[in-house]
């Protein structure tokens, strides 16, 4: 569906055809049940559900939110149903609308996410996986893979093992060496790559003389991380072969630009749509618009702009 | 007639904001999608707009503010709040001026079953009593007695009881330090009201402090009445797909309280586990 203007929006990830480039990011926008009262969900690239694990999980203990300057910190601790519950019940109210839908899966172990990974394999309407080795709200597992390659590469090799789905692998900022990282997820057999995951942070309560979250720490996402997930799309992007998804901080059509052009194939939107729930079909909008007025053709023709265009190889053909 | 979709996104302009007692104030805005939903007891997420922010998306206030609707005018097209002033995004809505611009979202939340026969209580802590004069507008209207306990620290900071009398309710006030009405807090207060109440009440509900919840809901128990609360929660989205707003509940696990609330039956929530988590850190109200 090509919202407006004749510029092709069409993307492939991974093997995952999306309509336009902008998916909606995990935790976001739960499993779209709540988000169909507010757009039509074919007007999204796809959708990348809640973080989902083995069993049911209650998550951490309130309060769960912290405002902070041009962001949140949360630490919701991967509150979901559970995989079967999913497959039973939210997959197929999601399979209605026609478009991708990918699975965040986290695990405490690599078997758990190879056992989540082959629940999921060959279910009907899911397009692919969303490997999270970077949850910072969750005791066990959840970043610890995903700061360190060798563990990463487990869990990445486990998965694919165990489906014929695409895999993406969505990493954590909260490294020293994204790279590293990058490479490790690629070498193992990832499809994609999704950066980035939220920041570790903390707010204190002055008032109650405490940290202000349950859970003490939680991930810092909103426009305050945009700057850090471009640097880390940037790196990764020289680096791999594989496709990159991006995301972090991403409110408007041409934060979404800047993704692409860094060398991300497709974007995610996550914080946006919890101040405003039309953000990501407004940023489908958008990022249209923009193509008209620059005269691309193509969404194709901004990925990796930026990279091209300081090679001196690329400027705007 | 097509069904309206039940939640909006609203651009609402400021028709006024004005100080009703110190560090409280009543917010009107223009925004009759919004105002043409509202139930009593549902809220709405408020955002100053980007615009006058500076222009800069996603500066602080970077999330909605949930207020209850303190009143809402369907012919008018108006919603209006009370509002307690805590802090930077509650400041940005005390600075409004007519003609300012807020985003709102809603309306979100279950909001208070209908009353509509015998004698419903309404129990309020300070800004607590901002959900109610809507509810006993509507339980007025349908044929109900409406009774409100309305309690503040002291006289300068009561509230509501002009609203609550205009919408038909009886009020009776209680001050801490007994400069206005009744000398005592809520749960000093309520036990003589229940035994004035002759064949008791019928249904009560109860916003405030949770430290208040918590005994205003034992004491109602005793009384053989099952009592519906209106709580708080920080909220990233105010529409369930977060899962920022979780509370205790009484069989164990979570409830959330922009889907599953705002208003619960008082036995569904763990008041005392709510009353610990929020303690520390929230001045009374
Ligand atoms: C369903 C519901 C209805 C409410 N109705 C009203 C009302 O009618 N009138 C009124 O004055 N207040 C109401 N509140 C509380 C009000 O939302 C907070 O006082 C307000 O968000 C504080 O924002 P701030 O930026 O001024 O304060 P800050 O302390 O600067 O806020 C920082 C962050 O903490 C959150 N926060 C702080 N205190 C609370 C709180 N008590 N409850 C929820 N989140 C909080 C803010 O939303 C923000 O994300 C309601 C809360 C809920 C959940
Ligand atoms: C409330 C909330 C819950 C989240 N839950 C998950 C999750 O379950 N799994 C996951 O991989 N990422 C989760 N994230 C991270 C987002 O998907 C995204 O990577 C991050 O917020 C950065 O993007 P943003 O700045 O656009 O929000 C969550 C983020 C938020 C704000
Ligand atoms: S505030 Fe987001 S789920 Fe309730």
Redesign the interface.
Known sequence: MTPRGGADLEVNLAGIRLANPVLVAS????YG???V??FDLRRVGGIIT?GTTLAPR??N????????????L?S?GL?NPGVDAVVREEIPFLREFGIPVIVNIAGETVEEYAALAAKLDRVEGVAGLEVNVSCPNVRAGGMAFGTDPLATAAVVRAVRNATSLPVMVKLTPNVTDIVAIARAAQEAGADAISLINTLKGLAI?V????P?L?AVTGGLS??AIKPVALRMVWEVAGAIDVPILGCG?I??GLDAVEFLMAGASAVAVG?A??????AAPRIVEEIAAYLEEEGFARVGDLVGLARRTLAGGGENS | MRKL???V?EAGRVLAWREVVPGHGRLDVRAPALAARARPGQFAMV?AAPALRGGA????????RPLSFFDMDTTGGVVSFLVRVTG??TRALAACRPGDVL?L?GPFGNGFPAANSGTLLLVAGGVGVAPFPPVARAAVSAGARVTALVGARSAPLVLGVRELRDAGAEVVVCTEDGSRGRCGMVTDVLPQLLDGFGAGPSAAFACGPPAMLAPVARLLEQAGLELHVSLE?????G??????????AAR???LHVC?DGPVFPARAVDLEAVAR?W?????AR
Request: with cysteine; net charge positive; charged share 20%.
């Open positions: 935790g976001t926008f739960g049940r709540e988000m009262r507010w809640k209650a998550g203990p309130p309060p769960r939110i912290a405002e902070t300057p041009a962001g949140l949360n919701i509150e309560d008032r109650g003389h405490r202000l349950g909103g426009p901080g409110m408007t914080s749509t919890l101040v405003d729930p039309l | 979709p039940d939640w996104q955002r998306v996603g500066m602080a206030p970077f999330l909605g930077e995004g985003v979202l929660a920080r909220m990233g989205c529409f369930g797909v977060c899962r920022g707003c979780a509370v205790p164990g696990g979570y889907q988590l303690g520390a850190g929230t001045r």
